[in-house]
C-alpha cells in the first residue's frame, strides 16, 4: 500500500515534528517517537518495519542536524536542489537558516533504523557553518545543497563512532521521563561533536574522491548483499579497487576493517531474524555462515549470548 504525497496548508509553514507525525500513516506512526530535549535539541527515531510508502513535502524548519540511516531507504531534497536517495550506513547532513521548502519520500516494507538529530541554537550554527566551509572537497557522496536559499542537504558514508551513539540513541528511544531526557541530550552532543570531527580532520587523512565512491559502494553492497559477500578481493574486484586500497579506504572512512563491517552487517541482520521468529539454524544459513557452530560462535562474540540466550533476553 502507498500513501499519496502530503503537504502542510500554506507555503510558509514550517514543517515541525508535530506535523509530520499528525500526515504519517498508522504504520509509520507506530515505529516513530520524538523527543524535544533542553538546549534547543530534538531527536525523532524510526524503529521497525512498516508496511506502506509515504511522502511529505512542506517547509522544513530552520535548524542544523546528523540523520544516521542504520536501516532503509529514504528520498530527499530541497525545491531546486539535486535529489537524494539514501540507503543503510548513511549520513545525512541538513541545515537552514531559514524556512526552506522540501520533500521526503519513505520507502516501507523493510526494517527501517534512523535516527535524526536536530539543533536549533545560534551557537550550534555557527560553529556548524565554520565547520562545513572547511570540509575537504570531495568528502560528500552526495550533495543537494540550495545555496541560494541558505539550504545545506549533503550525504556521507557512516562510520563506526556515530553508529555506535545511533545504536544508543534507539535503544532509549521509548524511554521517557528525566533520566531519559539527560541521556539523550548528551549523546546528541555526542553525535555532533564527532560529525565536526570528522569534517574538520585533513584532507590528507581521506582516500582519494574517486576512491571514496567505490569504497561506498562496496559498504553499500555489504550492507545489501551481506550473505553472498564471500572475499574481500571478490569485493573489491567488484567495485574497481584493489584488496589494499579496499581495506585502507575502509579503515579511513569507516574507522574499521572490510570484515568488521561485513560481521556488523551480518549480526544486525541475525538479531532481526531471529526477533521475527526464525530459527537458529535458518537464520544462520540466511545470513552467510555454512556452519552452524560458526555461527553461534560468532554471535556470542558479537552479542555477549548465544542466540537462544539472547532470545530470551531480548
Same mark, same amino acid.
Given at each position: ?23 504519517m500513516?498508522p ?18 527515531c ?5 508496511d ?36 543503510p ?24 533504523r ?9 551557537? /550550534?550554527? *555557527? ?7 572547511? !570540509?575537504? +572537497?570531495? $568528502?560528500?557522496?552526495?550533495?543537494? @545543497? #540550495? ?35 539527560l ?25 582519494a ?32 579497487l ?11 572512512l569507516?574507522?574499521?576493517? /572490510?570484515? *568488521? ?7 544486525? !541482520?541475525? +538479531?532481526? $531474524?531471529?526477533?521475527?521468529?526464525? @530459527? #537458529?539454524?535458518?537464520?544462520g ?8 557452530s560458526?555461527?553461534?560462535?560468532a ?15 531480548a
Open positions: 500500500m502507498a500513501y499519496p504525497p502530503h503537504a502542510l496548508p500554506g507555503d510558509a509553514a514550517p514543517l515541525t515534528a508535530q506535523d509530520m507525525l499528525g500526515l500513516p504504520d509509520w506512526r507506530e515505529i516513530r517517537t520524538v523527543h524535544p530535549l533542553p538546549g534547543d535539541i530534538s531527536i525523532g524510526f524503529d521497525g518495519r512498516p506502506s510508502d509515504w511522502a511529505a513535502s512542506g517547509m522544513a524548519q530552520s535548524s542544523v542536524g546528523v540523520a544516521v540511516v542504520l536501516d532503509g531507504c529514504f528520498g530527499l531534497g530541497f525545491d531546486g536542489g539535486a535529489a537524494m536517495q539514501v540507503g550506513g548513511s549520513v545525512i547532513l541538513h541545515a537552514t537558516g531559514e524556512p526552506a521548502p522540501g520533500w521526503d519520500d519513505f520507502k516501507g516494507r523493510r526494517a527501517i534512523s535516527v535524526d538529530i536536530r539543533f536549533s541554537g545560534e551557537a /550550534v550554527r *555557527a560553529l556548524w557553518q565554520r565547520t562545513l566551509q572547511g !570540509a575537504p +572537497a570531495g $568528502l560528500f557522496s552526495m550533495d543537494g @545543497s #540550495v545555496p541560494a536559499r541558505g539550504a545545506q542537504l549533503a550525504a556521507l558514508p557512516l562510520w563506526s563512532g556515530l553508529e555506535r551513539v545511533a545504536h544508543e540513541i534507539l535503544a532509549w528511544s521509548r524511554e521517557r521521563g528525566d533520566i531519559a531526557s541521556y539523550l541530550q548528551g549523546k546528541a552532543h555526542e553525535a555532533l561533536a564527532l560529525t565536526l570531527k570528522h569534517l574538520a580532520r585533513p584532507g590528507g587523512d581521506l582516500p574522491p574517486a576512491d571514496r565512491r567505490r569504497l561506498a559502494e562496496a559498504y553499500r553492497r555489504i550492507q545489501r548483499d551481506y550473505a553472498d559477500c564471500r572475499t574481500v578481493r571478490q569485493l573489491a574486484e567488484s567495485v574497481g584493489s584488496e589494499k586500497r579496499l581495506q585502507a579506504g575502509f579503515m579511513a569507516y574507522g574499521r576493517s /572490510v570484515h *568488521a563491517c561485513l560481521l556488523q552487517a551480518r549480526m544486525d !541482520a541475525a +538479531a532481526s $531474524l531471529l526477533a521475527r521468529g526464525c @530459527s #537458529v539454524t535458518e537464520t544459513y540466511r545470513i552467510g555462515f555454512a556452519s552452524l560458526h555461527f553461534i560462535k554471535f556470542k562474540a558479537h552479542h555477549g549470548a548465544t542466540p537462544k540466550a539472547w532470545l530470551r533476553g
